[in-house]
């Protein structure tokens, strides 16, 4: 088996003249066009419903959307397959048998959505959809539906999930019923997995797909949930790349402070936090740290055809986005989109204003898989870093799911081994300035221990951050 998980072959399906021409393609689209009504109306009520995966109130009442919408259908063995831990949301199920049928799909979707921050949804509620002649930031209008007729190709629907991914749920079933009109049978056995809680991170997908793993036997999974390429054409993506979040939190004085009193002599968290983030790429924006970009096996022969073929548009993005420059030394897109990255989701400090901040936090997202939490670790305690960090307080915490296999990451310290860091591999330099080190257990306890014998004070500044996604951190207080 090959060691990159970054495969990436592209198939554009709208280059294929042919197929985008067959008479199916063209029944189907005019099936589209002729109960474009029905259609919206029923996305219209799915978007009503608020789907936040932290509510388990609402994601029942979307579930129980998806069913009635499945059994209208006629798909066959409608039901909710539920989790052995409690409160979570259900993963909605159904599937269509054709005779003779030796192969088996399963098309997925997730009906949550993001969190919602009314202050961001000033134009319009969340979940109150609402149509634009254009897109918000092209001056869309507000613009009643008509009862009937065409529907403007331009015209757009905003309302939280609209796109990501209540849109993958209702084009799933709506090319069912697209197959069901023109008296089609797939040529596959499918199966329908709508999953309730992505956005969180899917922490309990793996243990649904455990308990339910005869019922769920398949050849292949589609993923409906990812963009159209950049030009608008529809794209397949074979392979996609892991995802993995990090928090950073650097400490300063106990307590904030005035810039005209101490400034220039007290560090400022903040600042120091932009220079450790800094360091972690170079001008190129290419990672740093050590071990990022090991196990990456070059692109072979057929991804680089197909990133050849696929249509060339990054002019036109870098001047869509205003963008003066891109990274990756020249590289189009979809060469450094094949690469793991490094991005910052977050930074967080006091409040704007002539205070010397007492922390600074980062929410740091890689595209790497578990790893890169180790290796965030063992950047984050090196020498570099301790330059960068001089003697501010440095906090490493790591997002575990309940229900995930922590290994090794919940040994104790000093047994982690290679590539992690253990106190034995630091330098007796920094090795010296290690004084505490706490842990987040999965249940949210705070142990601060202690490194010279002495009693540790019992909690400590991100105890109060264990919560339902629960949280382990290893800290080293330098």
Not at 98 to 103: E, L, M, N, R, S
Not at 355 to 365: D, E, I, P, R, T
Not at 458 to 463: F, I, K, N, S
Request: glycine share 10%; hydrophobic share 40%.
């Amino acid at each position: 088996m090959r060691k990159q998980v970054f495969l990436f072959f592209l198939s554009f399906l709208a280059g294929q003249l042919v197929l985008a021409q067959s008479p199916e393609v063209l029944t189907i689209r005019k099936y589209g066009h002729q109960n474009a009504g029905p259609i919206i109306s029923e996305f219209s009520a799915f978007l009503s419903l608020p789907n936040v995966a932290a509510d388990p109130a609402g994601q029942q009442k979307n579930a129980a959307f998806i069913m009635a919408m499945m059994n209208k259908r006629g798909i066959q063995k409608v039901s909710l397959l539920n989790a052995s831990t409690a409160g979570v949301p259900p993963v909605v199920y159904g599937e269509v048998t054709v005779p003779g049928a030796k192969q088996t799909l399963i098309f997925y979707a997730h009906y949550d959505g993001q969190p919602v921050d009314p202050k961001q949804w000033t134009a319009s509620p969340p979940f109150q959809p609402t149509w634009r002649t254009a897109a918000m930031e092209k001056g869309g209008q507000v613009v009643t539906l008509p009862t009937s007729g065409e529907i403007n190709s331009e015209w757009r629907i905003y309302a939280r999930g609209a796109s990501d991914d209540k849109a993958g749920v209702i084009g799933i079933l709506t090319a069912f019923d697209a197959l069901r009109a023109l008296h089609t049978s797939p040529s596959v056995n499918i199966k329908f997995l709508f999953e309730g809680e992505e956005e969180a991170g899917s922490p309990h997908l793996g243990e649904i797909i455990d308990l339910h793993k005869d019922l769920l036997q398949s050849d292949a999974w589609i993923i409906c949930d990812g963009p159209v390429h950049q030009s608008g054409r529809k794209q397949v993506v074979f392979g996609v790349r892991g995802d993995q979040n990090v928090d950073v939190t650097v400490y300063g004085a106990k307590r904030p402070l005035h810039s005209g009193h101490y400034g220039n002599w007290v560090p400022n968290p903040a600042m120091t936090l932009v220079h450790l983030l800094a360091s972690m790429k170079d001008d190129s924006g290419r990672v740093t740290i050590a071990g990022w970009h090991d196990g990456v096996e070059p692109l072979g022969d057929a991804e680089r055809r197909a990133i050849t073929e696929a249509p060339a548009y990054d002019d036109e993005l870098r001047s869509e986005l205003g963008l003066a420059r891109t990274e990756g030394n020249g590289k189009s897109l979809m060469e450094v989109i094949n690469q793991p990255s490094l991005n910052i989701n977050g930074i967080s400090s006091g409040d704007v204003g002539a205070l010397v901040n007492v922390s600074g936090a980062a929410v740091l997202k890689s595209s790497k898989n578990q790893q890169a939490a180790q290796q965030f670790l063992a950047y984050l305690v090196s020498e570099r870093a301790q330059d960068l960090m001089a003697k501010g307080r440095i906090a490493f915490e790591y997002p575990l799911h309940a229900g995930v296999s922590p290994d090794p990451l919940l040994k104790p310290f000093d047994q982690l081994s290679p590539p992690s860091l253990t106190l034995e591999q630091l330098g007796d330099d920094s090795k010296a300035k290690v004084k505490q080190i706490f842990k987040i257990d999965l249940a949210g306890a705070v142990d601060v221990t202690n490194l010279d014998g002495t009693a540790a004070a019992g909690g400590c500044a991100c105890a109060g951050k264990a919560n339902a996604r629960r949280v382990y951190a290893l800290a080293a207080y330098v």
